[in-house]
């Protein structure tokens, strides 16, 4: 394996052993697929945080599969669960794998959205830290004028990552921050512009309405802006995140989600959920805390890790 595989088996550990050694238990305790069976299967999904409308729509599709197809044991069971995982976090439908922005949009602007305390900043940092490694000329804009510090702490990410930043004093307007960034960007000739905003609770208005506005503001300045708004959540904040889903895509048009702190919760389920039913795509994920931890999520390498356990004769015979 890879290292960079080897950090993604590693990080989903405590998810994986919350849902899916649970899987491979019930499968060495029973030898058919029942109703016990699957609902101690439903039991798993839920307590891995899957969600309750994410776990009725697995549990229905393996009933179906195991009706219509030759799914009889419980040694089938992780297979077809690995299986039905997979198609679930499949929302491109032309089934490609992995993200990169498109040729011909330059620069390419990024607006970064998402609650305190949920990695924004840093996500930001090591976002210009990804891009800059792939060759692109990166420039950063520090809207998020609210919070005592985040310049400072968004300057020495620039620092570390080697890229341009855009401030402005605390407490300026964070749409005036959004307009020079990015027409920095266009004088420099920038390839990705990462525009960070403040942390703000889904639930209040006024500060999504001044989201919106910031942007409305990139728009203005550079037609057809942003071109992705990435919302950042905490893997760890269980079912309060799809509500942070909905609040954000309301006000900022939210088109892809980045994952953090995956390593440090059993509730990874949330990704399930969030592509479920949202039909939103996992843009990356991060499994760790280095500059080198957030990876682009791939759905073939997350199931493959997500159930990475040993075979099950090798469960037998140990």
């Not at 499949?90 to 330059?106: F, L, N, Y």
Request: glycine share 10%.
């Amino acid at each position: 394996m890879d290292s960079m595989f080897d950090k993604l088996t590693n990080g989903l550990a405590r998810t994986r052993e919350a849902l899916v050694s649970k899987l491979q238990r019930l499968v060495l305790a029973k030898r058919t697929i029942d109703d016990d069976v699957l609902e101690q299967v439903e039991e798993a999904l839920l307590a891995g945080d899957v969600g309750v409308q994410t776990t009725n729509a697995l549990v229905e599709n393996i009933k179906r599969r195991v009706r219509d197809e030759p799914f009889t044991t419980t040694s089938e069971l992780l297979t077809l669960m690995k299986n039905e995982v997979g198609l679930m976090l499949r929302v491109d439908e032309s089934g490609e794998e992995g993200w990169s922005i498109p040729a011909g949009q330059r620069p390419f602007v990024f607006l970064i959205v998402g609650i305190n305390g949920a990695g924004k900043t840093t996500t930001v940092g090591k976002l210009a830290h990804e891009f800059r490694q792939k060759g692109f000329k990166v420039l950063i804009g520090a809207a998020d004028t609210f919070r005592a510090a985040a310049n400072e702490q968004l300057a020495v990410w620039a620092e570390r990552a080697g890229v341009a930043i855009v401030q402005q004093r605390q407490g300026a307007d964070p749409g005036s921050v959004a307009f020079d960034a990015v027409s920095s960007a266009v004088a420099q000739q920038s390839d990705v512009v990462l525009i960070d905003t403040a942390g703000r609770l889904h639930t209040k208005t006024n500060l999504m309405e001044e989201l919106r506005k910031v942007r409305r503001v990139i728009g203005k300045r550079l037609p057809g802006a942003p071109h992705e708004v990435l919302l950042v959540l905490d893997a760890g904040g269980g079912q309060n995140g799809l509500q942070q889903v909905r609040e954000f895509s309301e006000a900022s048009g939210v088109t892809g989600l980045i994952l953090t702190k995956l390593d440090g919760t059993a509730k990874g389920g949330i990704v399930l959920a969030a592509c479920h039913e949202f039909k939103l795509p996992v843009r990356y994920i991060g499994v760790g805390e280095g500059i080198d931890d957030l990876q682009p999520f791939r759905q073939t390498a997350f199931v493959d890790a997500l159930f990475s356990f040993p075979s099950l004769s090798e469960k037998l015979e140990s």
